[in-house]
């Protein structure tokens, strides 16, 4: 089948002219803009208002890049390796505090990573930023709450229920966080170094509570807890009473605790403190930082670098990412939208 041929707009324009009237007046047609002209002038723009933000559904749907390759290929990635190779079946999956800055943080941010950046010598490999895509379009940076885990198909309904759940009944609420300083961090493997920052201890304590909330629903799925090495203690005090539709949650559900809400997390007497883990991941670099580079990077002082000083980082919602979906948990507002067992 052929394609149907549609004329251009100058075309037209020249028909329905020709069909006039002599003593019509002619339709002049429009002057195509050129690359080189200078956008129309808006109002409001030019008095600085800003436009209107984008819903947060938008940055959820367009969050996962396209996939180049059926099979794991660093030549791809800048050099990265897959940590656990793909198998049809299973879906990785993260648990994370996500951060949009504004354009006055992304300037500052990039301002820090050039001039680590210029402390590097020219032995090492570059420094990669995780602020923008290949493109240039601006990436959303995010603090980690889980490690990178794998779930089959038939457990990521649970699972986001079960996550659901927790963090309804956890009392956290929407909260801020203030950066302290650079520094770096490496991944389990040692595989590649990351350039981040430092954040200070909320004042009640959020990341801990949601830290903990999130590992104890992910070892109940066995998988291993961030930041803490002993994942079994933590699955046996997790929400035995949840009611799911998979036989796999049946079995999770024998241990009693007594006067506890079903499907709760329960806060430990003796929960520890992970806040010094806890950071933003700016840029990253294959193999470690040299010495030399390791101390100029702990000597950066954030509120120089940062200009206008560190900024308030404020998180109102929690997000688990299976595969391509993702789903927001917001963190309720009022007393009445939670069950506190927190105490």
Request: with cysteine; proline share 7%; aromatic share 6%.
């Amino acid at each position: 089948m052929s394609l149907v041929e549609y004329s251009d707009s100058d075309s037209e324009l020249e028909i329905d002219n020709a069909e006039l009237p002599a003593n019509s007046e002619k339709i002049r047609p429009k002057r195509k803009r050129s690359l080189t002209d200078e956008p129309p002038k808006n109002k409001k723009l030019a008095a600085g208002t800003d436009l209107p933000p984008l819903p947060r559904e938008f940055h959820d749907l367009y969050a996962s890049a396209s996939r180049v390759s059926t099979k794991d290929d660093p030549s791809l990635h800048g050099g990265r390796k897959r940590g656990v190779p793909h198998i049809a079946g299973n879906w990785p999956t993260h648990i994370y505090l996500e951060w949009h800055p504004v354009t006055t943080e992304l300037d500052a941010l990039s301002n820090i990573i050039s001039t680590v950046q210029s402390h590097c010598s020219l032995e090492e490999p570059p420094i990669q930023t995780l602020l923008y895509s290949d493109l240039g379009a601006c990436i959303p940076l995010h603090i980690s709450l889980s490690k990178p885990i794998h779930l089959l198909t038939d457990q990521r309904e649970e699972f986001t229920e079960l996550f659901t759940k927790s963090i309804k009944r956890s009392g956290v609420r929407p909260f801020d966080v203030a950066s302290t300083s650079v520094d770096w961090a490496a991944n389990e493997d040692k595989t590649r170094w990351f350039l981040v920052l430092r954040l200070a201890k909320p004042s009640n304590d959020q990341l801990n509570l949601l830290l903990h909330v999130s590992n104890q629903v992910t070892a109940r799925f066995g998988k291993d807890a961030l930041y803490d090495a002993d994942s079994k203690a933590i699955a046996d005090e997790v929400i035995p009473n949840f009611k799911s539709r998979s036989s796999r949650a049946a079995r999770f559900r024998g241990n009693q605790i007594s006067g506890q809400n079903a499907g709760s997390i329960p806060k430990k007497q003796n929960q520890k403190d992970y806040s010094s883990f806890f950071h933003i991941s700016l840029a990253w670099k294959l193999g470690q930082p040299s010495p030399e580079l390791l101390e100029r990077t702990n000597l950066l002082d954030v509120k120089t670098l940062m200009r206008e000083g560190p900024p308030r980082i404020k998180f109102d919602a929690v997000k688990i990412k299976i595969g391509n979906s993702i789903a927001s948990i917001i963190l309720p507002t009022k007393a009445e939208e939670t069950e506190n067992f927190l105490v």
